[in-house]
């Protein structure tokens, strides 16, 4: 193409900019600014007359609102707020977010010079401080919300929007540890992905505790619940990627677990399909269902869910199941086709094509689906702004721009790596190792209009193959050049990396990135990445991703409200002409094929090291064949991933045409959670891997608390640390409560005359009620210790409050509906005593044994007698086979009482 090779070096561009003119963002985008990626000020009680405010006007844990305006008053605890629209709101001032950030232009500078911060000299520190601020100007670069809310900001927030951590070790103490690094990850603001595969299948021997194991699809269960509880950085909802591949026993149970209603509410589901499986599925062979042999004496040290390494280590593998691989394919469709999930990643393939494929395999996506990592990877991403390089005089791309902002963007996206804090030494250890970057793009669509071109059309597929193979090139240059002046990945061997089936497309076409390759080597493992950018493109007032515009006028459901939004590069031309349709080049997602939608991921997937969140959007009538047409077409023509979404296939959908609110949530149509929020734009769903929203339907709800940055009184932005640690003697109190599967007695210890640390003892040790319940123990004190954000117990009573199961026990007030409801239960009775200064539990006496028994009081003997007359109280376990709390040792066999399944017969 003869684009001419740019030295990283040479000054920033003489273009013009509009660094002097302070910009007024209006509306949602405004909100999405003040609420999620400006610099906020963790005292909100220093909100005072004239200050900018976001107010809570609706509190409702599942269609809040929120508003911008103006203090116009202030009395003591309580403000009186302006809104936009002229609403008069009181509040108190503890509801009001305040910022320190009024104007994007404050944010760009702090992310400039954070990220300026890191390079070796003073004199390199100004150059790029000034070169990152052109490039962040006027959102030529729009970085991920991670990056946004948190570089020079805060110490203790990561700047990584997701994770992907190792597979669980296949024991209770792995799959706790598992869950308490998913949980530290999320309470700070990542997102994670974890492939389940490890984990042994359903009724499976438990040689330790002499028991059969629950499956990996049950502890799946577990981590989404415990997504529900947290609210990421203050500002957004857990996000949760469950994987399980294709030949483990319970893929059968994953693939259908969320047709049950309740089930694995707060997590993306994916498969992992081999090439194998995928010829299998074409010549209807049949496709054994395997595992390894739990007995062998280095399973528990040896085995990490990769199936393919234990077998070339000479292991034995157990048969389970043989079955038709187009019963298991054709289950997949069906569900997808019903309701968006789970989604297909293509994993064997994706690992032929990875660069990282001789040092470290992808075993798992981020919740979005656009980034596939290796065990301790992370999702590095921000996104270029195409909307921003349209040459209106000579009616085409601005290239030369345009390859300076990929250059600088990726010497940006670098930097983070740098920049940000790390939580986990094996994080560090691995980013350092290969220095991923995801550099994407938003406003393709807009873009497209500028030069009509008609998205999904065959001159569009042309343009989208010139587009993205000009970027990619641009960005291997610049991270080969960076490599020359800073070194390369530590991973990094010449030959090898020039082996996967990426480069080898990439050199096929331009060779100078070969030479400057084997010249320099590359900083980084791989540089592109295709996010879904859902809040961040609303925020911008582009079209999200690499999607179409979703519709020219719709209506948005997200935690900041219900919003009219339109389009306006759509309005500007019917302002234009009057009474005039749209020209065809104008063309929204549901005006696609499912095929157009298929295509235009294929040929940007050509251009894209990582992957991409795209949905192929389809009408109500498609069926099941064309679904299963569809995501062969998407196997076939080289994708990694595939999701669709069939419209009216949810009941609940983030955008919609029509203004009914309760119609619309935070799920849906073919929504995901964009790795900057939770609710992202409903045609930027993952089709990489994830088809929905991993905050989406919130069972137990987004907690509305904030991670707040605090200010040292001088304003010298030094910032506390926000979790409290634990002194050597704590006061409290027991509660003991009957519930559904037991006797339960809650521990609720206090930090400073609040609660701060809860255990929990139900069921016998080794049952699985007891992992949970001890789960649940451990979370809600994290939450608990978490931060400074208001009522954290009567956040944490508001949303386990309630909660219900297979079962209840007791009556009226004295109902007890699930375990997570009795703890809710103590804390309130706890703050109670706390409010009538009647704990007295001293630390040699910890646990006073408050009669507190809602069910009433058990004899003796075991037996508990309450409103519900006299009956035994024997430690019940969940069921294998139905899920319910009815698993009784009966005869000296668990048998459930629910379903009749007998771990004996």
Known sequence: MGFSIRNLGEGVPDLKTTTEQTRRLEGLSEKIFLDRYAWKNADSSAADVGDVVLVLTKDD???????????????????????????????????????????????????????????????????????????????????????????????????????????????RGGIMETLSE??????????????????????????????????????????????GLIEQGGSRRGALMLMIN???????????????????????LSVCV???????????LDWELVFPDTKDPDYDTMWDGDLDKWKKAGKEVIHYKTVRAREIWKTIIESAWKSAEPGVVFMEYYNQMSNSWYFN????TNPCGEQGLPAWGVCNLSAINLSKFYDAEKHDVAWEELATVVRYSTRFLDNVIDKTPYHFPENEANQKKERRVGLGTMGLAELMIHLEIRYGSPESLAFLDKLYGFMAREAYLASSEIAAEKGTFEAFETEKFLQSGFMKNMVSVYPEVRDAIRKNGMRNVTVITQAPTGSTGTMVGTSTGIEPYFAFEFFRQSRLGFDKQYVPIAQEWRDAH?????????????????????????????WVDSSISKTANCPADFTVEETAELYELAFELGCKGVTIYRDGSRDVQVLSTSKDEKKSDAVGAGTNADASAAESVAAASASAAAPATAGETAAIGGLEATLPVKVEPEQKRVFDKQYKSRPKVLRGATYKFNTPFGMAYITVNDI???????????????????????????????????????????????????????????????????????????????ADLIAEDEVTATAEAPIAATSAAVGGADDSHGHSHGAQGSFAYTSKDLCPSCGSASLLNVEGCKTCQNCGYSKCS
């Not at 605890?77 to 509801?95: H, I, M, N, P, Q």
């Not at 349709?581 to 050509?606: C, G, N, Y």
Request: with cysteine.
């Open 361 to 364: 395999p992808i075993i798992c």
């Open 578 to 606: 009057p009474g005039e349709e749209l020209p065809e080049w104008f063309v929204t997602a549901m005006d696609l094929s499912a095929k157009d939608h298929i295509r235009v991921q294929a040929a940007i997937q050509r």
């Open 182 to 227: 998913m949980t530290e990850i999320m309470a700070r603001g990542g997102g994670v992905g974890i492939n389940l595969s490890s984990l042994r299948p359903r009724r499976s021997i438990v040689k330790g505790v002499n028991g059969s194991s629950s499956g990996a699809v049950s502890w799946g269960g577990l981590f989404s619940y415990t997504t």
């Open 61 to 171: 844990p599942k269609f809040p609102a929120k508003e911008v305006g103006e203090v116009v008053a202030r009395d003591g605890r309580k403000a009186t707020v302006k809104t936009r629209s002229g609403e008069l709101v009181e509040s108190d001032v503890e509801k009001l977010t305040l910022t320190i950030e009024k104007t994007p232009e404050e944010m760009w500078t702090r992310l400039a010079n954070a990220m300026a911060s890191v390079e070796p000299t003073k004199d390199k520190q100004k150059e790029w401080a000034k070169k990152f601020r052109w490039l962040l100007d006027d959102w030529k670069l729009v970085p991920g919300g991670r990056i946004a809310a948190g570089a020079g900001a805060s110490d203790e927030l990561t700047l990584f929007n997701c994770y992907v951590i190792p597979s669980p070790k296949d024991s």
């Open 752 to 830: 400073d005359g609040t609660p701060g640390e809860i255990f929990l003892n139900v069921g016998k040790a080794g049952s699985d009620v007891f992992a949970m319940a001890e789960a649940l123990g451990r979370v809600c004190s994290l939450f608990l210790r978490y931060g400074d954000h208001g009522n954290k117990v009567q956040l944490l009573v508001k949303h386990l409050k309630g909660i219900g199961g297979s079962g209840a026990v007791g009556f009226g007030p004295n109902r007890v509906e699930s375990i997570a409801d009795a703890v809710a239960k103590a804390l309130e009775l706890h």
């Open 274 to 284: 081999s090439n194998g499986f995928m010829k299998a599925v074409k010549e209807d």
């Open 246 to 268: 294709d030949w483990h026993p319970d893929v059968m149970d994953f693939i259908t677990v969320k047709q049950t209603m309740g089930q694995v509410t707060n997590a993306n």
